[in-house]
């Protein structure tokens, strides 16, 4: 069993950056591959970013590609997202979420566990 923890969300500006967090437990983080998904209100959960469990592919949904970075500290247990040149679009509750094997994926139903979610507000 893996639980994970989102952490940083809040208000911000557009233009803004913000950093998010998510802190996994248990010893085998670093074999799974982990995910960002977003939900907007009234909008179904999207993929966001993922990264394999090495750390060393990642892939991003194409509306935040130059924007957004994946990254994980496996000594650490935490994955993160970094968020830059923010836009009132990405308000939404951010979930961080683990695969049981080291490779990414864009596809919600191939991630086993999830995190609470941390809500971002992006005001114009």
């Known amino acids: 069993q893996v639980q994970l923890v989102e952490s940083g969300g809040g208000l911000v500006q557009a233009g803004d950056s913000r950093r998010l967090s998510c802190a996994a437990s248990?010893?085998?983080?670093?074999?799974?591959?982990m995910g960002w998904f977003r939900q907007a209100p009234g909008k179904e959960r999207e993929f966001v970013a993922t990264?394999?469990?090495?750390?060393?592919?990642?892939a991003y949904a194409d509306s935040v590609k130059d924007r957004f970075t994946i990254s994980r500290d496996n000594a650490k247990n935490t994955v993160y997202l970094q968020m830059t040149s923010l836009k009132p679009e990405d308000t939404a509750v951010y979930y961080c979420?683990?695969?049981?094997?080291?490779?990414?994926?864009?596809?919600?139903?191939?991630?086993?566990?999830w995190g609470q979610g941390t809500q971002v507000t992006v005001s114009s």
């Open positions: 990264i394999s469990a090495p750390g060393g592919s990642t």
């Open positions: 979420a683990a695969r049981t094997n080291p490779y990414r994926s864009s596809v919600t139903s191939e991630y086993a566990y």
């Open positions: 248990g010893r085998t983080f670093s074999r799974y591959g």
